[in-house]
């Protein structure tokens, strides 16, 4: 079974950028379907971003053409790269992995992904 750490959170202005880091233990990692999900405070977790096992990608209206999620299997690791944060996107960030599926199919919902990190914060003060 796959275990996740996430990691690259903290606090930051808005404007800057981040990078969030998603350590993957296990073999398989190339295999599986990676998501960033988010959690602000009093609101529900929502999808961020996701990347198939053939390296395609999509992201949530809110975030596309700022974020920018990406995986090295060599180091079984997947990214998230933010750039001109805004305050709204403070919140925990979520790193899953699903480990089934068509490569061509993007999820995007929680109860598609059954292996989650801890989360990592994430503040962007204005």
């Known amino acids: 079974q796959v275990q996740l750490v996430e990691s690259g959170g903290g606090l930051v202005q808005a404007g800057w950028s981040l990078r969030l880091s998603c350590a993957a233990s296990?073999?398989?990692?190339?295999?599986?379907?990676m998501g960033w999900f988010r959690q602000a405070p009093g609101k529900e977790r929502e999808f961020v971003a996701t990347i198939s096992r053939s390296d395609d990608t999509t992201y949530a209206v809110s975030v596309k053409g700022r974020f920018t999620i990406s995986r090295n299997n060599a180091k079984n690791t997947v990214y998230l790269q933010m750039n001109s944060l805004k305050p709204e996107d403070t919140a925990v960030y979520y790193c899953?992995?699903?480990?089934?599926?068509?490569?061509?199919?993007?999820?995007?919902?929680?109860?598609?992904?059954?292996?989650w990190g801890q989360g990592t914060q994430v503040t962007v003060s204005s």
């Open positions: 899953a992995a699903r480990s089934s599926g068509d490569s061509r199919t993007f999820y995007l919902r929680e109860y598609e992904y059954a292996i």
């Open positions: 296990g073999r398989t990692f190339s295999t599986y379907h």
